[in-house]
């Protein structure tokens, strides 16, 4: 299965360049609402992602909180909870579910390790669910698990 369908383009995801400082991190996580957003490098590769947590953490422990001081502290030095695991548009259905199964979004690179999009939890979910119904609409209604007793 080609990932493709489910990609949303690198042009129509917030990211943040690896030279950001946490001020402006936060302040285009905070217009964006995100909770997580991929970083890459100026020659547009894979950096990584970074969370809110990990802002905060960093603020805590370099700078006790204040934030004036983290104004120019590039968003490449944070130290980051989280590894995203980027794929590659051939990866497997398989690959991707387990993928989404611990972040809200599954980055994706070209064969290059260039940052071309993400594809998020919901697209995969809305797939599984779009499968589900059509499987029922062709064999009946799919039987609900037993529940065991307790």
């Known amino acids: 299965m080609n990932i493709l369908m489910f990609l949303t383009p690198k042009n129509d995801v917030a990211y943040l360049f690896d030279d950001f400082t946490m001020r402006q991190a936060l302040e285009k996580m905070e217009h964006h609402r995100y909770s997580a957003i991929p970083v890459i490098c100026r020659d547009g590769?894979?950096?990584?992602?970074?969370?809110?947590?990990?802002?905060?953490?960093?603020?805590?422990?370099?700078?006790?909180?204040?934030?004036?001081?983290?104004?120019?502290?590039?968003?490449?030095?944070?130290?980051?909870?989280?590894?995203?695991?980027?794929?590659?548009?051939?990866?497997?259905?398989?690959?991707?579910?387990?993928?989404?199964?611990?972040?809200?979004?599954?980055?994706?690179?070209?064969?290059?390790?260039?940052?071309?999009?993400?594809?998020?939890?919901k697209a995969i979910i809305q797939y599984c669910y779009n499968r589900y119904k059509s499987q029922e609409a062709v064999c009946g209604p799919i039987p609900e698990p037993a529940v065991l007793p307790r």
Not at 80 to 96: F, G, K, S
């Open 45 to 121: 590769s894979y950096s990584g992602v970074i969370t809110e947590g990990d802002l905060l953490w960093a603020a805590k422990n370099r700078f006790g909180l204040d934030l004036r001081q983290a104004e120019t502290y590039p968003i490449a030095d944070v130290p980051r909870r989280a590894r995203y695991q980027p794929v590659r548009i051939d990866t497997t259905m398989e690959d991707l579910v387990e993928k989404a199964l611990n972040q809200n979004f599954v980055p994706v690179v070209d064969d290059r390790g260039v940052f071309i999009g993400i594809v998020t939890r």
